[in-house]
């Protein structure tokens, strides 16, 4: 309700929701999102956060347009890590290794741009391991244990690992830049949203297909299922 653009969401083993406010900083709810309290941009040294993840033992990664942030306590305190002048954009925490944090860091001018890993809960970052492709939207699939990469960069590779994002393939290239991309456990689709609309692919991302939305979107935060 700040009028300002939410970028992500993060969940806490307590139950707390995490909100990355642009403008305004990180939005922490303990009561299922009734109340939020604004955890100012001035704690990330004035860097506008843009993505938000949890871990275990109350650590909570942030991403911002210059830098990686974590805290260790919940939320109530935060520093700066690593990635230092890098446009940091998706965060995510592997499932089976919850020390493992990923980010993908875009840029215009191409600086940094890539996936980096950490593997001590976001301390240090390794390398980039994608190079040369904004890294803007990452995913996890749960049932197969396959880390997903869309990109703006032309030609917009679609990039998977199977080695927790030591080594990257691509599967296939999408039509547009695109900007999100959430897995289906269902039936193994995979789903990503950017310039053009909604895509689906029903083949590990060797090939998409709109979905019958057209207009440009940015983050797909979950595929839905039972």
């Known amino acids: 309700g700040t009028g300002a653009t939410m970028w992500d969401f993060g969940f806490d083993a307590t139950g707390n929701v995490y909100v990355a406010n642009f403008s305004n900083g990180l939005l922490k709810s303990t009561n299922n999102g009734t109340n939020f309290t604004v955890i100012p941009v001035s704690i990330f040294n004035n860097k506008n956060p843009q993505g938000v993840e949890c871990g275990s033992a109350g650590h909570v990664f942030v991403t911002t347009s210059s830098g990686f942030f974590r805290s260790t306590d919940f939320g109530q305190t935060f520093s700066e890590t690593a990635l230092t002048g890098l446009n940091c954009l998706p965060v995510i925490v592997d499932k089976d290794s919850l020390n493992i944090v990923y980010v993908g860091v875009s840029s215009a001018g191409g600086t940094g741009i890539g996936c980096y890993r950490s593997t001590d809960n976001g301390l240090t970052f390794s390398n980039h391991l994608n190079p040369g492709k904004n890294g803007y939207g990452l995913a996890q699939d749960d049932l197969n244990d396959i880390i997903y990469i869309i990109t703006t960069t032309s030609p917009y ?18 039509s547009s830049a695109q900007r999100g991309v959430a897995p289906s456990l269902m039936d193994n689709s995979i789903y990503t949203a950017g310039n053009g609309g909604v895509f689906k692919s029903s083949n590990g991302g060797a090939n998409f297909v709109n979905q019958n939305l057209t207009i440009s979107a940015t983050p797909i935060l979950a595929v839905n299922h039972n």
């Open 157 to 174: 590779n679609f990039d998977k690992s199977t080695d927790n994002g030591l080594t990257w393939t691509t599967m296939g290239n999408i």
